[in-house]
């Protein structure tokens, strides 16, 4: 996790590599060139004190040496003599009366006028050859004693002799050699004394000044001396802003040990000697993905601090980085599964993980700070793929739901419509036999379930009782109540007397079972079969047309009442019209009069009139019914029957 | 359909405009029970202006039918006038006369309920 986050971090350096604005320090390397035309490495120590004298008459700020040379010369004319057993003793004993090229170069580092920083390298266990501490400038800590600065236990660094010349030694140590480089000690304490990275210690050294570690805030270590400032983590260990690597940076060894660098070259720079040969030295891959020389990360590191340039990851990260998880775990479990689209709640995700990644990168460019959005997105990312898969498998079972409840739902209005349908009577087998009067009838039911309905049945042998009646609204409530309104009619009919009381009668009834406060129209007659006097009684009803032979068909006068269930306790009237042999009637529902055609005009009554003084004289009713229903089914033109359709026929033939 | 409420004096005249079928009705009630208790309190009336509506299905003459209980029990009073020709057969075969007293204007309804109402019918 640790690396995945480093390796975001490094992307943040690839997005904004450090411009390199200043030129604060030049490094003399030791390069392949150099070691061409000067010899192999190392060196022999009176090399190395020419070369510092070279740089030194340039008149650098300081210099720092990313080299260490624990082990005497072995050019040093007494060693040459140990090696060369054949000259003569007093040849030997001459050799041995000259200085060695280690007090050469120490006097090369001391007679210096520019400050001379030696590296020493942090190491985990005690070297023999280098048991004491090193010598170091002074540090001052203010409020740092909880912080677990790095300490080394041992180090590895430069002969007494060199060590005792330069007095001041910086750290070399930049990161293990095969990891990319991102942190590196910025001070740590090795032995008894505190030493800064090699690059920090040789700018000091060049302006001479004490330096300070104070507590930053935030676990953070603040390093002032002088008016330069850095910032370390805990540790002691600071994040590097990177640039890119800049040959303006270097110059060779070789140029500068023969003067052929320009003038000024050096003048008040901090000059970082190190090892460029390919061969010999440690490279170091940065975040920037490319490969750079040791020696460069130290200049890069004097470049960010005399630049003001940090690069801190506050102990207080972490926890923002949870703040962001849960605020975007929040969002998403909250929002994503109400968004109206999926495209909103998609919308949302990159909306938020976005807003967390530009985060990321303003507090990278701007303030210095390292502020990881990646694992926070990682984990909303997977909340919002939880949140999802649990919505998708929701509104799966809903629409499973809503499609089984439909299906339950119009098998129950199936079910409705079939005992609706049995409910009604066949005038075919009802009046079989009946020679005085043909009856047919029709109920065309719409596509939602409704409440006409029509009924006709003998009362003794002569009268002939017939219903067709409306029950306002649809669907089950209306079909429910047409089954207890048809069979409370039927009650009252069979109780005898006139047709309007039989109505009255029924609302009587029918009021107490009526929830819904529906209503029903109704035309309802009795007709004599003897005498083909017919008494009728309206409950609110189209009033019907009869039709005498070679007449025009005409409405019934239509005196009666409101429909059944509108005026408490009204009494229906009973009127009564006389019909002569061969006389047909026609009841209807407004499932005629207002069929409507796609132009929304109504068949009305006029069309009605019309329609039915089409039919054939002498047409028996089950005819007059068939023309009728075409022909209202003609005008719809196909638009969807808004209510149901009934339509009765009765012709008396006569007794 | 549109309801446009006008107030004169204690009445307020509705005007009703379109058709008056299941898919309306809950709109159309809720709109008349906004003024039917104010003008029982007041002693008013409420007057259907019935002259822009265009036809009633049988589920809109339920409508009325509840609107009329509801207004009932509230002790309240609703007359209907301008019926259109189709209209007026409705009310006529279903006898609605009996559920809704039925002026030919909305000038004779005010008439008939409020002194005051027609006053300020007139007047305006």
Redesign the interface.
């Known amino acids: 996790m640790q690396r995945f986050q480093a390796g975001f971090f490094d992307f943040y350096q690839r997005i904004f590599p450090l411009p390199r604005t200043t030129a604060p320090v030049i490094i003399v390397g030791i390069e392949e060139n150099s070691l061409r035309e000067l010899g192999q490495w190392p060196w022999p120590r009176t090399r190395m004190a020419d070369l510092i004298r070279a740089i030194d008459a340039g008149k650098p700020l300081a210099i720092g040496l990313d080299v260490f040379f624990p082990e005497p010369d072995r050019f040093s004319p007494a060693n040459v003599a140990a090696q060369l057993p054949v000259i003569a003793s007093e040849t030997v004993r001459f050799l041995a009366t000259l200085p060695t090229n280690d007090a050469i170069f120490a006097e090369a580092i001391s007679t210096a006028g520019a400050p001379v920083v030696l590296g020493i390298s942090g190491e985990e266990d005690e070297d023999v050859r280098f048991a004491n501490s090193p010598s170091s400038q002074p540090v001052r800590f203010i409020g740092t004693q909880d912080f677990p600065i790095k300490a080394y236990k041992g180090y590895i660094g430069s002969l007494a002799t060199l060590s005792a010349a330069a007095k001041r030694h910086g750290l070399m140590n930049s990161g293990s050699p095969s990891a990319v480089v991102r942190r590196t000690p910025l001070i740590a304490k090795v032995g008894e004394g505190y030493f800064g990275s090699l690059g920090m210690e040789t700018l000091r050294a060049g302006m001479d000044v004490p330096l300070t570690v104070r507590d930053g805030g935030g676990g953070l270590l603040e390093i002032d001396f002088g008016d330069a400032r850095a910032v370390a983590q805990g540790d002691g260990s600071a994040w590097i802003r990177f640039g890119h690597h800049d040959d303006a940076r270097f110059v060779t060894a070789y140029e500068a040990m023969v003067g052929k660098v320009t003038p000024d070259t050096f003048k008040d720079k901090v000059v970082l000697v190190g090892i460029t040969g390919l061969g010999i030295l440690d490279y170091k891959t940065t975040p920037l993905a490319e490969f750079l020389p040791g020696v460069e990360v130290h200049a890069q590191i004097v470049e960010n601090i005399v630049n003001g340039v940090t690069l801190s990851r506050p102990r207080i990260m972490p926890r923002v980085e949870a703040l962001t998880l849960i605020t975007l775990g929040f969002l998403f479990i909250v929002f994503v599964p109400r968004a109206r689209g999926a495209q909103y709640g998609l919308a949302l995700v990159v909306g938020g993980v976005g807003t967390a990644f530009a985060a990321g990168l303003v507090l990278f460019q701007f303030f210095g700070l390292l502020y990881d959005p990646m694992l926070p997105s990682l984990g909303a990312g997977f909340v919002f793929g939880v949140v999802l898969v649990g919505s998708l498998a929701t509104s799966e079972r809903q629409r499973r739901q809503l499609r089984e409840q439909a299906a339950r739902l119009a098998g129950e209005l199936d079910a409705a419509r079939r005992i609706q349908m049995g409910l009604l009577p066949d005038p075919r087998e009802t009046f079989a036999g009946e020679r005085r009067a043909d009856v047919a009838a029709l109920l065309e039911p719409a596509r939602t379930v409704g409440g006409d309905f029509y009924d006709c049945f003998m009362i003794g042998e002569r009268q002939l009782f017939f219903v067709v009646a409306d029950v306002s609204g649809k669907g089950l409530p209306a079909a429910l109540f047409m089954a207890s309104v048809k069979s409370q009619l039927k009650s009252a009919a069979l109780r005898g007397g006139e047709v309007g009381a039989m109505l009255t009668r029924a609302q009587d009834e029918i009021e107490h079972e009526n929830p819904e406060q529906l209503f029903v129209t109704a035309f309802a007659g009795l007709l004599d079969l003897q005498t083909g006097v017919l008494q009728y009684a309206n409950a609110g009803h189209e009033p019907p047309y009869a039709r005498r032979p070679s007449g025009a068909p005409e409405r019934l006068p239509h005196p009666g009442g409101p429909p059944l269930c509108v005026v408490d306790d009204f009494a229906f009237p009973t009127s009564t019209y006389t019909l002569v042999p061969g006389e047909w009637l026609c009841v209807v529902t407004d499932g005629a009069t207002e069929a409507m055609n796609p132009q929304r005009e109504f068949f009305g009554v006029e069309r009605l009139g019309t329609a039915l003084g089409w039919i054939p004289e002498g047409a028996p009713p089950e005819e007059l019914i068939r023309r009728l229903r075409d022909d209202v089914r003609k005008f719809a033109d196909g638009a969807e029957a808004p209510d149901d359709l009934t339509l009765l026929a009765l012709k008396w033939n006569g007794n | 359909m549109t309801v446009t409420p006008r107030r004169y004096a204690n009445a307020v005249v509705l005007s009703v405009a379109g058709r008056l079928d299941?898919d309306t009705c809950d709109d159309f009630r809720v709109e008349l029970m906004k003024h039917v208790e104010q003008t029982a309190r007041d002693g008013g009336a409420i007057v259907l202006d019935l002259e822009g509506l265009e036809?009633v299905?049988?589920?809109g003459?339920?409508c009325f039918?509840?609107a009329s209980?509801q207004a009932k029990t509230q002790h309240g009073r609703i007359v209907v006038a301008s019926l259109q020709s189709m209209v007026a057969?409705i009310f006529e075969?279903?006898?609605?006369n009996?559920?809704f007293q039925v002026f030919p204007a909305v000038r004779e309804a005010l008439a008939a309920t409020s002194a005051d109402a027609l006053a300020a019918f007139e007047k305006k």
């Open positions: 299941q036809y299905s049988s589920a003459l339920r039918m509840l209980r057969e075969i279903s006898h609605f009996l559920v």
